[in-house]
């Protein structure tokens, strides 16, 4: 969400993702992506520049936790498999053993 001011100095979130177009008619009008339109004060540049920097601070947050929680989540599936396979008989671990060759040789086969 992304704070504009409407031209009657009240404040307003926008959902900077629903924003279609914006454009200054002399006064800057959003379309959203239903068809509704707000007036706002800020310019364009403005509108343009807070969705920018919302952005870049959503992706800033996502790539700083991502990679913790891929860690913990690839941790978990590990233990999980580690766990499911200790209870296998003998025969039956050999089986599901991973086979990199056969990997390949699958992936090279699709289309």
């Known amino acids: 969400m992304i704070p504009l001011t409407r031209l009657n100095g009240s404040p307003i979130y926008v959902n900077s993702d629903l924003i279609k177009y914006a454009e200054a008619s002399p006064d800057t009008m959003l379309t959203l992506i239903h068809g ?3 007036v706002v004060l800020e310019s ?3 509108v343009v520049d807070r969705m920018t920097a919302y952005r870049i601070r959503e992706l ?3 790539a700083e936790t991502l990679p913790g929680a891929l860690d913990q989540r690839n941790a978990a599936s590990a233990a999980a498999a580690h766990s499911a396979l ?4 003998e025969e039956r671990r050999q089986e599901t053993a991973p086979d990199p060759a056969a990997a390949h040789r699958r992936r090279s086969q699709e289309p």
Do not use: D, G, N, S
């Open 60 to 62: 800033r947050t996502l």
């Open 86 to 89: 200790a209870h296998l008989p």
């Open 44 to 46: 364009c540049e403005v």
């Open 36 to 38: 509704e339109k707000i």
